[in-house]
């Protein structure tokens, strides 16, 4: 089975992977066109999911890995991991993250070989990475280290975003999270209505709730506007490679998993060894 052995690229060190990644790359990739579209072609599944933050792409990738078979690699869990081991990178990660500095490039594409390794080890075949490649430089590295089969690029309607942001809260007890906005987005410009449910407390929590510091209306429009500009390049990245799956979510988890599956070509009623293909 192809897919196991492709998990991992043989490749050279991954330091001198990220001296070569200048703004030649791009042009030296060919591109392939995904038949993401025909059940009957062999599916893989080394997927990347992008989205801005809130709109719930770990909720949906973990789901979907769940379903398909494959792990969901977050990056902010492989850096907790490490942090938690005793692995080579731990001592130099405590220190960067206690300085309140970002994890280099280099340290996460470390961290993201050895999982894709052990990975291979173990038979895995496929993945869906969530939260990487945030950057443009990070997405020419990537290609160098895995194939990618497919990128789902989840989208949500701006204020429909702010207000799901806004509607976060915390139990400050049981650390647990809910949502008390309730969405009723009308059509307007050409855009779906979008109606979305609270996630209440339970009766327990109710009294304890507590609203993040950086969840204000102007520092949730400022995330979204960095991420865009970080994004964008990422996007048209994968989009000339012919591998975007763009998916505009139409409401909240009840209404647009089956739309996520159908637009994947993925059957619900598939067990995970059929959907393996
Ligand atoms: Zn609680």
Same mark, same amino acid.
């Given at each position: ?10 490749s ?8 070569r990644?200048?703004s030649t ?50 990056t902010?869990d492989?850096?907790?991991?490490e942090?938690?081991s005793?692995?080579p ?21 470390n ?17 869906i ?6 950057t443009?430089?990070q997405?020419?590295?990537l290609?160098?280290?895995?194939e ?26 049981c650390?647990?999270g ?12 050409g ?12 009766? *327990?929590?109710?009294?304890?709730l507590i ?6 209306e102007?520092v ?7 991420? *865009? ?11 000339? *490679? ?17 739309k996520?599956?159908?637009?994947l ?12 293909g």
């Amino acid at each position: 089975m192809a897919a196991i052995t492709r998990l991992l690229k043989p490749s050279s060190p991954i330091s001198s992977l990220l001296k070569r990644s200048g703004s030649t790359m791009v042009s030296e990739i060919e591109s392939p066109r995904p038949n993401f579209s025909d059940p009957k072609a062999s599916r893989n599944f080394q997927w990347v999911f992008l989205g801005c933050p809130g709109v719930g792409k770990g909720t949906y990738a973990s789901r979907l890995s769940n379903f398909l078979g494959v792990p969901h690699i977050a990056t902010g869990d492989l850096v907790r991991a490490e942090l938690s081991s005793s692995g080579p990178l731990s001592t130099q990660l405590a220190e960067i993250v206690n300085q309140g500095k970002l994890v280099s490039d280099e340290i996460i594409f470390n961290l993201l070989s050895k999982r894709l390794e052990a990975g291979e080890k173990k038979g895995e075949s496929g993945f869906i990475l969530d939260g990487f490649p945030r950057t443009i430089r990070q997405a020419e590295i990537l290609d160098e280290v895995t194939e990618i089969d497919l990128v789902v690029n989840l989208k949500l309607r701006e204020d429909v975003l702010v207000e799901k942001c806004l509607g976060r809260r915390t139990c400050s007890k049981c650390g647990k999270g809910f949502n008390v906005a309730t969405i009723n987005a009308k059509a307007e410009d050409g855009r779906p209505a979008i109606s979305m449910a609270p996630l209440l407390p339970p009766s *327990q929590c109710a009294d304890k709730l507590i609203i993040r510091a950086d969840d204000t209306e102007e520092v949730v429009k400022a995330r979204l506007n960095v991420y *865009q500009e970080t994004s964008k390049p990422v996007e048209d990245f994968y989009r000339d *490679q012919g591998k975007l799956l763009e998916f505009d979510l139409p409401g909240g988890i009840r209404a647009s998993w089956p739309k996520l599956l159908e637009a994947l070509n993925i059957d619900e009623s598939e067990d995970k060894r059929s959907a393996l293909g």
